[in-house]
Nanobody, 124 residues
Framework: QVQLVESGGGLVQAGGSLRLSCVAS????????MGWFRQAPGKEREFVAA????????YYADSAKGRFTISRDSAKNTVYLQMNSLKAEDTAVYYC?????????????????WGQGTQVTVSS
């Protein structure tokens, strides 16, 4: 079992930054893939970024490349999503997820555990 708790969401103006955190408890292993997804109202959940718990490699959605950075601190059992140059279209609930048994990076269907989500609102 893996428990995930996100934090760090909030309201920010366009062009601003936020850092989301996801604390994992329970059993974690180097082969786990930790992902960030987001879901805006009326839209499907979409992949944002992912990292293997061993720290490499890292993958990003095209919408996140150059603006978002995923990282992890194994000592704190925490995965981060640093979001810079935020845009109004980044507004969504952001979810942390763990993929414990598959090599798929971007498919939400392959992730076994999910956090409760944290709201990010970007005002234009």
């Amino acid at each position: 079992q893996v428990q995930l708790v996100e934090s760090g969401g909030g309201l920010v103006q366009a062009g601003g930054s936020l850092r989301l955190s996801c604390v994992a408890s329970g059993r974690t292993f180097s082969w786990f893939i930790m992902g960030w997804f987001r879901q805006a109202p009326g839209k499907e959940r979409e992949f944002v970024a992912a990292i293997r718990w061993s720290d490499t490699p890292r993958y990003y959605a095209d919408s996140a490349k150059g603006r978002f950075t995923i990282s992890r601190d194994s000592a704190k059992n925490t995965v981060y999503l640093q979001m810079n140059s935020l845009k109004a279209e980044d507004t969504a609930v952001y979810y942390c997820a763990a993929n414990t048994d598959d090599n798929s990076w971007s498919s939400s269907l392959k992730y076994d555990y999910w956090g409760q989500g944290t709201q990010v609102t970007v005002s234009s």
